[in-house]
């Protein structure tokens, strides 16, 4: 079946330095791609998403390219702030569903 | 506009007890959901509902059952509460999930002893 494998956490920067979480999926078919962030006590928030093969999506600096040759969607930022420390979550669209990674814990040190 | 909204924030139950969990959306959405949320586990779909009136099973669907009455608004039912129960549960809202993804509630955090 569909399902999205992302790398282990918890990972630890420094500020400004620049940010990778690696993201593949296995998946029949053409499904969306997401990111999705989680702030401590908080509900999840999709982050960017990428509807189609080379999209590109980005927000808040964070940037993930759909690339389906090596079905994958990594998530990167050029310089990360203490803000961005959260649980990130990559997810892909499945029928009415969408099937979410175990997520990544991300730790922000100043 | 609230978006997705859940009630209660917290509780705690004792085995055996019933509890209904609320979640509204007011950004007319047809597609809603039920995760919970457990550490090292991820997001699970507990039930989901592709529109007014229906419902569907996910992959953690025992001891839990949903009801859709309104398409603003799905309430998740716990009948006989477990330990095993205890964790964080989620609502979530889409128009289409294929393309727009899912718009998510603050929480609920349950526990059981």
């Known amino acids: 079946g569909d399902s999205v494998t992302q790398m282990e956490g918890p990972v630890t920067l420094s500020e400004e330095a620049f940010l990778t979480i690696n993201c593949t999926y296995t998946a029949t078919g053409y499904p969306s791609l997401f990111w999705y962030v989680q702030y401590p006590g908080e509900g999840l928030q999709l982050l960017l998403k990428a509807t189609k093969a080379d999209d590109k999506g980005s927000n808040k600096g964070f940037e993930a390219t759909y690339r389906k040759e090596t079905t994958s969607f990594h998530l990167e930022k050029g310089s990360v702030q203490v803000s961005d420390s959260a649980v990130y979550f990559c997810a892909l669209s499945r029928d009415d569903k969408i099937i979410f990674g175990k997520g990544t814990r991300l730790h922000i040190l100043p | ?113």
């Open chain 2, 1 to 113: 506009n609230a978006g997705v909204t859940q009630t209660p924030k917290f509780r705690v139950l004792k085995t055996g007890q019933s509890m209904t969990l609320l979640c509204a959306q007011d950004m007319n959405h047809e597609y809603m959901y039920w995760y919970r949320q457990d550490p090292g586990m991820g997001l699970r779909l507990i039930h989901y509902s592709v529109g007014e009136g229906t419902t569907a099973k996910g992959e953690v669907p025992d001891g839990y059952n949903v009801s859709r009455l309104k398409k603003q608004n799905f309430l998740l039912g716990l009948e006989s509460a477990a330990p095993s129960q205890t964790s964080v549960y989620f609502c979530a809202s889409s128009s289409t999930a294929r393309r727009e993804g899912q718009f998510f509630g603050p929480g609920t955090r349950l526990t059981v002893l």
